[in-house]
Nanobody, 122 residues
Framework: QVQLLESGGGLVQAGGSLRLSCAAS????MGWFRQAPGTGREFVAA????????DYADFVKARFTISRDNAKNTVFLQMNNLNAEDTAVYYC???????????????????WGQGTQVTVSS
């Protein structure tokens, strides 16, 4: 099994930045999803097991960057120019299969973290 621990959430003003971290117990393809109150979970960004491929939701591609430190099995999500619509619980997920068809749908992920709250004030 893969254990995941998210951190880095908090309260920021609109236009500010946050850097989320996800520490994993093993290397895997990793994705970030978010869920705002009263809404479904949506894809944010993902990175392949070796860092060679990335994927972003259209609404965050110009502002967010996903990266990883393979030596530490840690994935990061740098979020810039945050706005109130980014307020949500952000979840880290791991896909343990060597090959997956896509990284942007939640059904390919096998393990999920507990989430970290991001709140953006107007």
């Amino acid at each position: 099994q893969v254990q995941l621990l998210e951190s880095g959430g908090g309260l920021v003003q609109a236009g500010g930045s946050l850097r989320l971290s996800c520490a994993a117990s093993r290397r895997a393809s990793m994705g970030w999803f978010r869920q705002a109150p009263g809404t479904g979970r949506e894809f944010v960004a993902a990175i392949s097991w070796n860092g060679g491929d990335t994927d972003y939701a259209d609404f965050v591609k110009a502002r967010f960057t996903i990266s990883r430190d393979n030596a530490k099995n840690t994935v990061f999500l740098q979020m810039n120019n945050l706005n109130a619509e980014d307020t949500a619980v952000y979840y880290c997920a791991a896909a343990i299969q060597k090959r997956i068809a896509t990284m942007s749908t939640d059904d390919v992920y096998d393990y999920w973290g507990q989430g970290t709250q991001v709140t953006v004030s107007s």
